[in-house]
């Protein structure tokens, strides 16, 4: 399995947006059939924001309306459209192929590299 990558984080301010992106590790193609963003704070476990299948993307409740997933199979990218930031979705965030309708990641012991969002009041 190909290790996937999350890029694009940063430091904002409440109700700026950012844009994620999730591609393979050394430039080695993933080609998911599903693709999965998740996020995690200090000392919780990680949890579901988005799952882009082919044709439908599945939102977490505290993100539906305001963070849009999509993905360039071209290009073997996924991307999380971040918008509406808000101080609670500070965390760091991971992509990895994931589970549908479960939600879940398919193997949850292999994590890439996640990127750090911090949003300020």
């Known amino acids: 399995q190909v290790q996937l990558v999350a890029s694009g984080g940063g430091l904002v301010q409440a109700g700026d947006s950012l844009r994620l992106s999730c591609a393979g590790a050394a430039g080695r193609a993933p080609n998911l059939l599903n693709w999965g963003w998740f996020r995690q704070t200090p000392g919780k476990e990680r949890q579901f924001v988005a799952a882009i299948a082919l044709r439908h993307t599945y939102y977490a409740d505290s993100v539906k309306g305001r963070f849009t997933g999509s993905r360039d199979d071209a290009k073997n990218t996924a991307y999380l459209q971040m918008n509406s930031l808000k101080p609670e979705d500070t965390a760091i965030y991971y992509c990895?192929?994931?589970?549908?309708?479960?939600?879940?990641?398919?193997?949850?012991?292999?994590w890439g590299q996640g990127t750090q969002v911090t949003v300020s009041s």
């Open positions: 990895a192929p994931i589970r549908i309708p479960s939600m879940t990641p398919v193997n949850n012991d292999d």
